[in-house]
């Protein structure tokens, strides 16, 4: 199942660390060569002192940026090989910062899923995906319930107001999408809130399309008394 990345601070606080010139130019050069790269390697090819382009290095590693791994590059093993060399390499991870915040790699795993599914199963692609974004968002839900609601849409970009009635999402993660796609885009949005709402527990709200100027096409309001 997809999930939102919590630590956007981190990603923010990794974007800001290219800031520094000369760690941004150690970055490009290891992320381009086809290879680990070492400190040496990495300080002669900048023009910097040894013990300085470690310290970026490692901090870029700090950061997330870079990964380490420990390799012996004469060959040699056993005793009197000498220690393994410590080599950077590019991370594993994606590292993204957006403000507005967007969410589209969540609409394209809800999208490709949906259409994987539907033309497997020859259903409705649109019935399908309203499912799969349901179910999403209830695993989203589910997997922080006891957290307020409002932090909840806020890690996932929607930037709450609580106006007493009704609950405002003054962004919207799938902006873009939304403005060549309303129909589609704003029906998946509901149903992901929908779920998200389930899945935390909160049967007292639920999820209308009310697209509004400037706001998110979907508002959170008091669900209806059932008798």
Known sequence: MWDVDHSRSAHIAAVAALGEPNRRRLYEHVVRQPHPVGRDEAAAAVGLPRATAAFHLDRLVDEGLLEV?????????????????KLYHRARRHIGVSLPERRYDLAGHLLAAAVEEADRAGRPPRAVLDRIAHDTGHGLGRDRAGRALLDVLEDLGYEPRDLGAEVALVNCPFSALAGGHAELVCGMNRELLAGLLRGLGRADLSAHLDPR??????RLRAAPATS
Do not use: F, I, L, S
Request: hydrophobic share 15%; glycine share 22%.
């Open 213 to 218: 100027p400037g706001h998110c096409c979907v």
């Open 69 to 85: 791994d420990y390799q012996r590059r004469t060959g040699r093993t056993g005793p009197g090989a000498g220690r393994p060399a």
